[in-house]
């Protein structure tokens, strides 16, 4: 991820919800990407928008 964002990657999509992976697992990998991916963005974006 981190090298993404270097890239200037603003939107990326997790297609999960594919094949034969089930739900729970779905919704485990989603509850983490909101706990510990997400914040980690937000953080660094309102540390870049700072002057």
């Known amino acids: 991820m981190e090298r993404l964002r270097e890239i200037g ?3 990326v999509t ?8 089930p ?6 990998t ?4 909101g706990e510990r991916v997400v914040p980690s963005f937000r953080a660094r ?3 870049d928008a700072r002057p």
């Open 9 to 11: 990657v603003d939107e």
């Open 30 to 33: 989603i509850r983490q990407w």
């Open 45 to 47: 974006t309102r540390d």
């Open 14 to 21: 997790c297609p999960i919800q594919r094949g034969t992976v």
């Open 23 to 28: 739900q729970e697992v779905c919704l485990e």
